[in-house]
């Protein structure tokens, strides 16, 4: 059996671990020169580590992450908070630390092992499906050249803007949060002993300092200054690389049709509050190399659904108690977060 994957970002590699460690053939091909670069996902939640144990990537993951053993929740000048991770002595912690373009590199290394090729400046341009099979046009991005891949199934892994996506007509109903947010690699005096800080504002605005080295911080705002919020709370010695995106919430009409499943930020993107973006996409690769073994693709397009749309209502949520403005919400916000700090038992 071969299998197509139409992008190599964390949820692609992930596909074509789990498929080649089945002893399916996998071609994977992606619009880019190599991986990413950008300053993006940071948290590897206990599932993903979990998934990926199997295949050998979770112990590289393990050597370079820090483990987020307690974050700290500052409103304005205040601690209100100190919040102990749970789990964190378990096999798999519950949440480790590391830059996603970091994360791609342990997967690369994995993909490379188990001897399935990258077929970098290949974009996807064409699908086409018979009750037997998929045919994936991919077009070499400098010479234009094109080639035809013949697949069992293909997945959809291609991102936000996914080509895969639109080429089956999928729709992606949603809608995109107002204002700029800004990301930032960082060298900081970070104070605390914790590995994170979220910092929170009466007006709204939303600011998490995550460890990701010594010295070294990945800093997300959900307004278009994040250091400048953060040479507020502690020295800011040396910016690694800044910039500013901003978030929508959506979930695709459907994933897939036929034999093409889509998974990853091809289906489903939400706020970074809650960290589980790259997170539910590595999930869902696990989850389709499952339904490709079990033949139906069916089950997989309705638990990755359902769990998707869980996901985006559960981070909107969340991301709405946080952002809250108005002093009764404020209140309402600062006593919940002081009670989870209290059960957690740890001092300020
Ligand atoms: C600031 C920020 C912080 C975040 N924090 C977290 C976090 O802490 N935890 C978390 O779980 N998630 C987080 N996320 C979300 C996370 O980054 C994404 O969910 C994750 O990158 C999705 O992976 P993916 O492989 O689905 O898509 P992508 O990473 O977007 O990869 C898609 C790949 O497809 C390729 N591609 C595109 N078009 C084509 C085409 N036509 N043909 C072939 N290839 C194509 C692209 O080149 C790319 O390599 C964060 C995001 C941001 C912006």
Redesign the pocket.
Known sequence: MHIFV???????MSAAIALAVRGYEVTV????SGI?EE?????VNRNSLSLLSHCGATAGILARAEVVRSARIVAGEDTIARIKVPGQDRRWPTLVALP?SETERVLHEVVARNGVTILWRH??TAIAQSPDGVEVEITQRETGETRTIRADYAFG?????S?VRRLLNIDFPGRTLPGTWS?ADAHCEFPWPDQACAVLSDVGEIGVIVTIGEGRHRL?ANHPDVLEMTRRLMPVHRVLREGT?HVDLRVAEVMGRGRVCLG???AHVHS?VG?????L?IADAFAFAQAVEDRDLAPYRAERLAQAQRTVRLTDRAYRALASTGRPAILARNTALRAVGAVSRLRR
Do not use: K, L
């Open positions: 139409s992008g190599a970002g964390p949820v692609g091909a992606d619009r880019e990413t300053a993006r996902a940071v948290g996603q974009e996807t892994a291609d991102g936000s803007h080509a990301v997300i995106f990853g930020d091809a970074p960290g589980r973006g790259m997170n996409g």
